[in-house]
């Protein structure tokens, strides 16, 4: 499995060059329309661009399974995400400096988890009310609490109305209080099952 993530990486990283290709060409042509002509009467060129097509979709579907992986292997998890923070444990020192680190930091992510999370849910409205007299204003203060599971979407239509969208994945797309308070589950999840699994290693 550590051999396959490696090859996977090492494709995530050289084909994002190509993807990067293939986006500065869509966005030039799209500036430029009358080149769509020479690039579609062009033979090579065309393949070139299919290529890279093919190229994108097999890096998207590579990432996604990338990101999968990293979810719930931990292996790679603990291997990658050990190199993008710079993590070294040569000794029991750095062990120990890594375990308070780790500490602080998931307490402070927390409490910062908990803050968004708040704000989230929470609406705070202050209007200004329209009274006969002028001289003596009134406003109005408003506090309401608010929680959707998925974000409110409209049904999508084409713009000349001929074909009317059957799937859309934007509409299941979670809200953010449901992405915070699964981001918060995740966490207190993950770290109550590492000290458990720590605690059953010194027994």
Known sequence: MNKISRYMQNY???????????????????????????????MLIRILHELLSYNLMFWFLTLLLYMVFLLLIPSIRDKMLRRLANLQERDEREEYITGKAARASYLATLSL???????????????????????KPGHSVG??????FFNKSEIKTSPDGKANTVFDLSQFSLSSSTIILIFLGWQLLMFNLAVRRERLKHL
């Open 143 to 148: 506090i309401s609490l608010h929680y959707s």
């Open 12 to 42: 995530l990283l050289y084909g994002f060059l190509f993807v990067i290709v293939l986006l500065i060409w869509s966005g030039f042509l799209a500036h430029f329309p009358s080149l769509n002509v020479v690039a579609d009467s062009n």
């Open 113 to 135: 988890t908990l803050f968004f999370l708040f704000f989230s849910l929470i609406n705070i409205n202050l209007s200004k009310l329209h009274q006969s007299d002028p001289q």
